[in-house]
């Protein structure tokens, strides 16, 4: 069985998270660095709120040595809302302060003109892969990550917003998961035991 580390940044509530990976799989909350063992197999990086905050509390608790150490040994990692977005170069929310810079591309603003912002509720995310069926999922969001290289969505909404990113190793949604119901625990399943 795979073990899931959930790194704890203190600015969201993690209770829904850590309820449904503890029903996938043996799971962890990680408050700090001295608190990181290394047998873990699937790191998560949850998150609401700003992105300069975030990128200074994954500082300050010393969680960016963890996610980078992670990202070298090929080891899983999810990133969900504000966690995907921190893997980012940079973000319109926060212009001088910058990502965690392991996938190319940035943050932007959603366009108000294209979709209704704060994209809060239950939308469809339209899958690329043939194993994934569409299905809808939970938003709480006004920015959107833009990856440099198209080819790593691999769900949108309506061809505009990225709602799945993969990456190698590192797996990004845009959307919650962990609030999705059945949808998005089947989902969380596969890509932990996978």
Request: contains cysteine; aromatic residues 8%.
């Given at each position: 069985?795979?073990?899931?580390?959930?790194?704890?940044?203190?600015?969201?509530?993690?209770?829904?998270?850590?309820?449904?990976?503890?029903?996938?799989?043996?799971?962890?909350?990680?408050?700090?660095?001295?608190?990181?063992?290394?047998?873990?197999?699937?790191?998560?990086l949850p998150g609401n709120g700003h992105f300069s905050?975030?990128?200074?509390?994954?500082?300050?608790?010393?969680?960016?040595?963890?996610?980078?150490?992670?990202?070298?040994?090929?080891?899983?990692?999810?990133?969900?809302?504000?966690?995907?977005?921190?893997?980012?170069?940079?973000?319109?929310?926060?212009?001088?302060?910058?990502?965690?810079?392991?996938?190319?591309?940035?943050?932007?603003?959603?366009?108000?003109?294209?979709?209704?912002?704060?994209?809060?509720?239950?939308?469809?995310?339209?899958?690329?892969?043939?194993?994934?069926?569409?299905?809808?999922?939970?938003?709480?969001?006004?920015?959107?990550?833009?990856?440099?290289?198209?080819?790593?969505?691999?769900?949108?909404?309506?061809?505009?917003?990225?709602?799945?990113?993969?990456?190698?190793?590192?797996?990004?949604?845009?959307?919650?998961?962990?609030?999705?119901?059945?949808?998005?625990?089947?989902?969380?399943?596969?890509?932990?035991?996978?």
């Amino acid at each position: 069985m795979k073990k899931v580390g959930i790194l704890n940044l203190g600015i969201n509530n993690i209770k829904s998270i850590t309820n449904a990976c503890k029903s996938i799989s043996e799971t962890v909350v990680i408050n700090s660095y001295n608190e990181f063992n290394r047998d873990i197999d699937v790191l998560i990086l949850p998150g609401n709120g700003h992105f300069s905050l975030g990128m200074k509390l994954i500082k300050d608790l010393k969680f960016d040595v963890i996610i980078k150490e992670f990202c070298e040994k090929k080891k899983k990692i999810v990133g969900i809302c504000l966690g995907l977005q921190l893997l980012m170069f940079r973000s319109d929310e926060a212009n001088n302060i910058k990502g965690l810079a392991l996938i190319d591309g940035e943050v932007k603003q959603i366009d108000r003109k294209k979709i209704k912002v704060p994209l809060l509720g239950w939308y469809t995310v339209n899958f690329k892969s043939k194993d994934l069926k569409d299905k809808e999922f939970f938003f709480n969001n006004s920015y959107m990550v833009c990856p440099v290289n198209k080819d790593l969505i691999k769900g949108n909404i309506g061809n505009y917003v990225p709602a799945y990113i993969v990456q190698e190793n590192i797996h990004g949604f845009q959307f919650h998961p962990e609030k999705s119901s059945h949808n998005g625990l089947e989902l969380l399943k596969n890509i932990i035991n996978n």
